[in-house]
């Protein structure tokens, strides 16, 4: 359904299939295609699913691609990137403002209602 739905953050695992994630992955390696799905930040939703045709290489990105062992696993090599707070929260204050039309206010709140998110469930992967 969608964050809008279940009212958890973007940074909550439960947010994520990550058995789908795994699969989608080895699929991959495997040189199948897959059909990615695609959230939709306007709407709170899902979108219709993209293909995604495998390839030499692929970089898998976002928030959680090494939290879960299965998804991690398949991976040849993972690198978590740790930016400094104030970078992140620039980064996401701009993002929101200018293509969201959220106010400063609105973005900074945000970012501490999901600082306990982040925490749990995307700090925990630097060590993978």
Same mark, same amino acid.
């Given at each position: 359904?969608?964050? %809008?739905?279940?009212? $958890?953050?973007?940074?909550?695992? %439960?947010?994520?299939?990550?058995?789908?994630?795994?699969a989608q992955i080895e699929a991959l390696k495997q040189k199948k295609a897959?059909? %990615?799905?695609?959230?939709?930040?306007?709407?709170?939703n899902k979108d219709p699913p993209e293909l995604l045709e495998p390839n030499k290489v692929m970089v898998f990105e976002g928030l959680h691609p090494i939290y879960d062992e299965?998804? *991690?696993?398949?991976?040849?090599?993972?690198i978590y990137i740790d930016i400094v707070n104030e970078v992140k929260f620039d980064w996401k204050v701009k993002r929101d403002v200018?293509?969201?039309? $959220?106010?400063?206010?609105?973005? *900074?709140?945000?970012?501490?209602? *999901?600082?306990?998110?982040?925490?749990?469930?995307?700090?925990?992967?630097?060590?993978?």
């Open positions: 359904a969608g964050r %809008k739905a279940t009212g $958890w953050t973007a940074l909550d695992a %439960k947010e994520n299939d990550f058995a789908l994630m795994g897959v059909y %990615k799905p695609i959230y939709n930040h306007d709407t709170g299965k998804a *991690r696993s398949q991976l040849d090599l993972s200018e293509e969201r039309g $959220w106010t400063e206010e609105q973005v *900074r709140e945000d970012i501490e209602k *999901r600082l306990p998110d982040f925490s749990a469930y995307v700090d925990v992967q630097k060590p993978n």
